[in-house]
């Protein structure tokens, strides 16, 4: 019990940066703006992330209607085959999104969309397991996100500690499985790193008909040997982002800027940054991604609980809105509601 509940006994890293997050008040900016966000997490292991504390950040100001969450390794079954455990993800995340469809709680349909795990390195036969998938979340099982990041560096390897081979999507048993998802309707997100999204690309190329969706603008690195030459990772960065916008078949997701991995350093900060000041900070790479992509196909999404490192709910969607102010109704509606319910198949706002 101790050990479930480790957190309980006075370190809750989500509850620290919720009392640092407080030094940092904003008013909310066009609140009548509907938002799907479509890359959030739940948890409960070295904090807690469950319904509560989503909706408590969905429900802090801005107009949430809709969520999507994002694999996380959460709740992955202790016992039986090693294929099958990620299946308790699934199972956990609809009890979620069937307590939120109650009205119990409110009417934003958190979880609405659920992109779990399921190891397509097994080839073939992993179409047993994505249909049980499918069973277990009904119409909310969209996809699947296996991690690929990859990087030779230490501190990187410190961020992400799920190991992946540096060609994962290259590899042919991988392609294998990957092959049984468009049949099923199922996308694939992909999250890795800048420099490896060559791979994204010829991999959309291999198989035109499967939606892919690169998570965090493409995976900016700031820290360890990339700390010190972020215009030449930005140039190299921004390269690849319009290489993989070529693709018709893969999209992207602005956000998750506030990781640590990004090495901006607002976590750092004595007071959470303002909207204003991360606005300037995220722009270059807001701009490149929705030039490159057009706004039919990119999504804002909070990273939540990730970026909490760097601010609150209501700061993170202050930005995105802030970036997109000189947008028309028609595209903000796009990169805000639009694009996700349209990608990942849920209700149109």
């Known amino acids: 019990m101790a ?3 480790k957190y309980k006994s006075g370190h809750d890293p989500l509850q620290e940066r919720k009392e640092w997050q407080a030094r940092r008040q904003e008013e909310v900016i066009d609140p009548a703006q509907p938002i799907i966000d479509p890359h959030h997490h739940v948890w409960d292991r070295e904090s807690r992330y469950l319904l509560d504390e989503l909706l408590d950040d969905f429900e802090s100001g801005h107009d949430i209607r809709s969520s999507v969450f994002l694999q996380c390794n959460s709740m992955i079954r202790e016992h039986g085959p090693e294929a099958e455990k990620p299946l308790g993800e699934t199972e956990f995340v609809n009890g979620i999104a069937a307590m939120a469809a109650s009205g119990t709680y409110g009417p934003i349909r958190a979880c609405e969309g659920i992109i779990s795990f399921a190891d397509l390195r097994i080839g073939a036969p992993v179409e047993s397991i994505l249909r049980r998938h499918l069973e277990i979340g009904g119409a909310r ?3 699947v996100r296996q991690l690929s990041c990859w990087d030779e560096d230490t501190d990187v390897k410190k961020v992400i500690r799920t190991p992946s081979p540096r060609h994962a999507l290259a590899e042919p048993k991988f392609r294998e499985g990957f092959a049984k998802l468009a049949p099923l309707g199922l996308t694939f997100d992909a999250w890795l790193y800048f420099h490896q999204l060559d791979d994204v690309v010829d991999l959309a190329r291999a198989f035109p008909e499967t939606t892919i969706i690169i998570d965090h603008v493409g995976g900016v690195l700031g ?3 990339y700390a010190n030459d972020r215009a030449g990772v930005f140039e190299e960065w921004r390269k690849m982002i319009r290489k993989t916008a070529g693709c018709p078949n893969v999209m992207i997701k602005l956000g998750g800027l506030g990781m640590i991995s990004c090495g901006l350093g607002f976590n750092k900060m ?8 991360l606005a300037a900070a995220w722009k270059p790479y807001i701009d490149t991604c929705i030039e490159a992509f057009g706004p039919e196909r990119a999504m804002f999404e909070s990273n939540f609980p990730v970026d909490k490192e760097t601010c609150s709910y209501r ?9 997109a102010a000189n947008y028309s109704k028609d595209e903000k509606a796009a990169l805000f509601h639009r694009t996700a319910a349209r990608v990942y198949r849920l209700q149109q706002i």
Do not use: D, Y
């Open 315 to 323: 700061v993170v969607w202050n930005t995105f809105k802030r970036l």
């Open 141 to 143: 099982f969209r996809g």
């Open 223 to 225: 820290i360890g040997r």
């Open 3 to 5: 050990q479930r509940n």
């Open 270 to 277: 004595p007071v959470p940054p303002s909207s204003e000041e």
